[in-house]
T-cell receptor, first 117, second 112 residues
Framework: GAVVSQHPSRVICKSGTSVKIECRSL??????MFWYRQFPKQSLMLMATSNEGSKATYEQGVEKDKFLINHASLTLSTLTVTSAHPEDSSFYIC?????????????FGPGTRLTVL | QKEVEQNSGPLSVPEGAIASLNCTYSDRGSQSFFWYRQYSGKSPELIMSIYSNGDKEDGRFTAQLNKASQYVSLLIRDSQPSDSATYLC????????????FGTGTRLLVSP
Protein backbone atom coordinates (compact mmCIF):
# COMPACT_ATOMS: atom_id res chain seq x y z
CA GLY A 1 0.00 0.00 0.00
CA ALA A 2 0.87 3.65 -0.22
CA VAL A 3 3.04 5.18 2.48
CA VAL A 4 2.14 8.21 4.56
CA SER A 5 4.55 9.66 7.10
CA GLN A 6 4.02 12.06 9.96
CA HIS A 7 6.43 14.17 11.94
CA PRO A 8 6.94 14.42 14.82
CA SER A 9 5.69 11.13 16.24
CA ARG A 10 5.48 12.57 19.71
CA VAL A 11 5.58 16.10 21.09
CA ILE A 12 5.31 17.57 24.55
CA CYS A 13 4.79 21.29 24.86
CA LYS A 14 3.82 23.93 27.35
CA SER A 15 0.37 25.43 27.43
CA GLY A 16 0.07 28.44 25.14
CA THR A 17 2.63 27.35 22.58
CA SER A 18 1.95 26.32 18.99
CA VAL A 19 2.79 22.94 17.53
CA LYS A 20 3.16 22.05 13.86
CA ILE A 21 2.56 18.51 12.61
CA GLU A 22 3.60 17.45 9.12
CA CYS A 23 1.92 14.79 6.99
CA ARG A 24 3.65 13.55 3.85
CA SER A 25 2.63 11.13 1.13
CA LEU A 26 5.91 9.43 0.26
CA UNK A 27 5.24 7.50 -2.92
CA UNK A 28 2.15 9.14 -4.35
CA UNK A 29 0.58 12.55 -4.75
CA UNK A 30 -2.40 13.55 -2.67
CA UNK A 31 -4.58 16.51 -3.61
CA UNK A 32 -6.65 15.76 -0.54
CA MET A 33 -5.57 14.72 2.92
CA PHE A 34 -7.60 14.27 6.07
CA TRP A 35 -6.79 15.15 9.66
CA TYR A 36 -8.23 13.15 12.54
CA ARG A 37 -8.03 13.33 16.29
CA GLN A 38 -8.44 10.38 18.60
CA PHE A 39 -8.86 10.55 22.35
CA PRO A 40 -8.11 7.48 24.51
CA LYS A 41 -10.55 4.62 24.01
CA GLN A 42 -12.54 6.61 21.47
CA SER A 43 -12.84 6.33 17.72
CA LEU A 44 -11.36 8.58 15.11
CA MET A 45 -12.90 12.00 14.79
CA LEU A 46 -12.46 13.79 11.49
CA MET A 47 -11.29 17.34 12.06
CA ALA A 48 -10.81 18.69 8.58
CA THR A 49 -10.18 17.98 4.93
CA SER A 50 -6.98 19.47 3.59
CA ASN A 51 -7.10 20.52 -0.06
CA GLU A 52 -3.98 21.24 -2.08
CA GLY A 53 -3.95 24.83 -3.23
CA SER A 54 -7.15 25.86 -1.48
CA LYS A 55 -8.60 26.34 1.96
CA ALA A 56 -9.23 23.42 4.24
CA THR A 57 -12.76 22.28 5.02
CA TYR A 58 -13.41 21.94 8.73
CA GLU A 59 -15.93 19.67 10.42
CA GLN A 60 -18.60 21.17 12.60
CA GLY A 61 -17.28 22.19 15.98
CA VAL A 62 -13.62 22.35 14.95
CA GLU A 63 -12.12 25.83 15.32
CA LYS A 64 -10.36 26.74 12.11
CA ASP A 65 -8.39 29.54 13.80
CA LYS A 66 -7.05 27.12 16.37
CA PHE A 67 -6.21 24.27 14.01
CA LEU A 68 -4.48 25.81 11.02
CA ILE A 69 -4.10 23.60 7.98
CA ASN A 70 -1.81 24.26 5.03
CA HIS A 71 -1.63 21.95 2.02
CA ALA A 72 1.14 23.64 0.10
CA SER A 73 2.14 20.81 -2.21
CA LEU A 74 0.82 17.52 -3.54
CA THR A 75 2.79 15.58 -0.94
CA LEU A 76 2.65 17.73 2.18
CA SER A 77 -0.06 18.94 4.52
CA THR A 78 0.61 20.59 7.87
CA LEU A 79 -1.60 20.98 10.93
CA THR A 80 -0.68 23.69 13.41
CA VAL A 81 -2.29 23.61 16.82
CA THR A 82 -2.15 27.21 17.96
CA SER A 83 -2.08 28.26 21.60
CA ALA A 84 -2.31 24.65 22.69
CA HIS A 85 -3.98 23.79 25.98
CA PRO A 86 -4.09 20.55 27.98
CA GLU A 87 -7.47 19.65 26.48
CA ASP A 88 -5.79 19.56 23.05
CA SER A 89 -3.68 16.63 24.20
CA SER A 90 -4.61 13.82 21.85
CA PHE A 91 -3.45 11.50 19.08
CA TYR A 92 -3.49 13.35 15.76
CA ILE A 93 -3.52 11.24 12.62
CA CYS A 94 -3.53 12.18 8.96
CA UNK A 95 -4.67 10.10 6.03
CA UNK A 96 -4.45 10.36 2.27
CA UNK A 97 -6.35 8.58 -0.47
CA UNK A 98 -4.20 6.89 -3.06
CA UNK A 99 -6.03 8.57 -5.95
CA UNK A 100 -8.82 10.95 -6.82
CA UNK A 101 -11.64 8.44 -7.12
CA UNK A 102 -14.17 8.02 -4.33
CA UNK A 103 -13.25 4.32 -4.33
CA UNK A 104 -9.59 4.93 -3.59
CA UNK A 105 -8.26 3.39 -0.44
CA UNK A 106 -7.03 5.74 2.26
CA UNK A 107 -3.77 5.24 4.06
CA PHE A 108 -2.97 6.61 7.47
CA GLY A 109 0.18 8.14 8.80
CA PRO A 110 1.62 6.71 12.02
CA GLY A 111 0.13 9.52 14.09
CA THR A 112 1.45 12.25 16.37
CA ARG A 113 0.87 12.06 20.08
CA LEU A 114 0.55 15.56 21.51
CA THR A 115 0.83 16.21 25.21
CA VAL A 116 0.23 19.75 26.42
CA LEU A 117 1.44 20.45 29.94
CA GLN B 1 -29.09 6.62 14.49
CA LYS B 2 -25.35 6.59 14.02
CA GLU B 3 -24.14 6.53 10.44
CA VAL B 4 -21.88 3.52 10.98
CA GLU B 5 -22.51 1.14 13.85
CA GLN B 6 -20.35 -1.56 15.33
CA ASN B 7 -20.57 -3.59 18.50
CA SER B 8 -17.81 -2.29 20.75
CA GLY B 9 -17.06 -5.75 22.13
CA PRO B 10 -14.80 -7.11 23.31
CA LEU B 11 -15.26 -10.12 21.07
CA SER B 12 -13.31 -12.98 22.57
CA VAL B 13 -12.35 -16.01 20.48
CA PRO B 14 -9.85 -18.82 21.04
CA GLU B 15 -6.80 -19.15 18.85
CA GLY B 16 -7.61 -20.91 15.59
CA ALA B 17 -11.29 -19.97 15.62
CA ILE B 18 -13.16 -17.77 13.18
CA ALA B 19 -13.79 -14.20 14.33
CA SER B 20 -16.82 -12.48 12.84
CA LEU B 21 -17.01 -8.70 12.98
CA ASN B 22 -20.11 -6.84 11.89
CA CYS B 23 -20.98 -3.34 10.78
CA THR B 24 -24.17 -1.63 9.66
CA TYR B 25 -24.50 1.71 7.95
CA SER B 26 -27.37 4.11 7.46
CA ASP B 27 -26.66 5.82 4.12
CA ARG B 28 -28.12 3.58 1.43
CA GLY B 29 -26.12 5.44 -1.21
CA SER B 30 -22.77 4.47 0.30
CA GLN B 31 -20.32 3.26 -2.29
CA SER B 32 -17.13 2.04 -0.69
CA PHE B 33 -16.46 0.06 2.45
CA PHE B 34 -13.24 -0.49 4.30
CA TRP B 35 -11.96 -2.45 7.26
CA TYR B 36 -9.06 -1.10 9.29
CA ARG B 37 -7.16 -2.71 12.12
CA GLN B 38 -5.84 -0.52 14.93
CA TYR B 39 -3.47 -1.74 17.59
CA SER B 40 -3.43 0.14 20.86
CA GLY B 41 -1.45 3.37 20.53
CA LYS B 42 -1.01 2.98 16.78
CA SER B 43 -2.75 4.41 13.75
CA PRO B 44 -5.26 2.43 11.67
CA GLU B 45 -3.96 -0.02 9.07
CA LEU B 46 -6.06 -0.90 6.02
CA ILE B 47 -7.02 -4.57 5.83
CA MET B 48 -9.69 -4.81 3.19
CA SER B 49 -11.77 -2.75 0.83
CA ILE B 50 -15.02 -3.92 -0.75
CA TYR B 51 -17.29 -2.22 -3.23
CA SER B 52 -19.66 -4.86 -4.62
CA ASN B 53 -22.17 -7.18 -3.02
CA GLY B 54 -20.77 -10.55 -2.07
CA ASP B 55 -17.54 -11.82 -0.60
CA LYS B 56 -13.97 -10.72 -1.08
CA GLU B 57 -11.16 -12.86 0.26
CA ASP B 58 -7.58 -11.93 1.03
CA GLY B 59 -5.58 -14.53 2.90
CA ARG B 60 -7.24 -15.22 6.24
CA PHE B 61 -9.60 -12.27 5.82
CA THR B 62 -12.97 -12.26 4.07
CA ALA B 63 -15.09 -9.14 3.72
CA GLN B 64 -18.78 -9.54 3.01
CA LEU B 65 -21.08 -6.82 1.72
CA ASN B 66 -24.86 -6.78 1.50
CA LYS B 67 -26.05 -3.41 0.28
CA ALA B 68 -29.73 -4.35 0.49
CA SER B 69 -29.34 -5.00 4.21
CA GLN B 70 -26.78 -2.19 4.62
CA TYR B 71 -24.44 -4.61 6.26
CA VAL B 72 -20.75 -5.32 5.92
CA SER B 73 -18.75 -7.88 7.83
CA LEU B 74 -15.21 -9.13 8.25
CA LEU B 75 -14.34 -12.74 8.92
CA ILE B 76 -10.92 -13.68 10.24
CA ARG B 77 -10.10 -17.37 9.85
CA ASP B 78 -7.57 -19.18 12.01
CA SER B 79 -7.47 -16.27 14.44
CA GLN B 80 -4.11 -15.59 16.04
CA PRO B 81 -3.27 -13.71 19.25
CA SER B 82 -1.58 -11.13 17.02
CA ASP B 83 -5.02 -10.37 15.54
CA SER B 84 -6.05 -8.92 18.89
CA ALA B 85 -6.81 -5.29 18.08
CA THR B 86 -9.68 -2.91 17.43
CA TYR B 87 -11.28 -3.30 14.02
CA LEU B 88 -12.78 -0.19 12.47
CA CYS B 89 -15.43 -0.23 9.79
CA UNK B 90 -15.35 2.79 7.47
CA UNK B 91 -17.85 3.84 4.84
CA UNK B 92 -17.49 6.34 2.03
CA UNK B 93 -20.88 7.98 1.93
CA UNK B 94 -22.57 9.24 -1.19
CA UNK B 95 -21.67 12.83 -1.84
CA UNK B 96 -18.92 12.76 0.74
CA UNK B 97 -16.22 12.29 -1.90
CA UNK B 98 -13.46 10.31 -0.24
CA UNK B 99 -14.55 11.37 3.23
CA UNK B 100 -14.84 8.28 5.39
CA UNK B 101 -17.26 7.79 8.24
CA PHE B 102 -15.90 5.44 10.87
CA GLY B 103 -17.67 3.20 13.31
CA THR B 104 -16.52 3.18 16.90
CA GLY B 105 -14.70 -0.10 16.37
CA THR B 106 -14.93 -3.63 17.73
CA ARG B 107 -12.24 -4.83 20.06
CA LEU B 108 -11.14 -8.38 19.28
CA LEU B 109 -9.33 -10.54 21.81
CA VAL B 110 -7.80 -13.81 20.63
CA SER B 111 -6.72 -16.03 23.47
CA PRO B 112 -3.88 -18.57 23.05
Amino acid sequence: GAVVSQHPSRVICKSGTSVKIECRSLDFQATTMFWYRQFPKQSLMLMATSNEGSKATYEQGVEKDKFLINHASLTLSTLTVTSAHPEDSSFYICSAPSGTSADNEQFFGPGTRLTVL
Amino acid sequence: QKEVEQNSGPLSVPEGAIASLNCTYSDRGSQSFFWYRQYSGKSPELIMSIYSNGDKEDGRFTAQLNKASQYVSLLIRDSQPSDSATYLCAVNTKGGFQKLVFGTGTRLLVSP
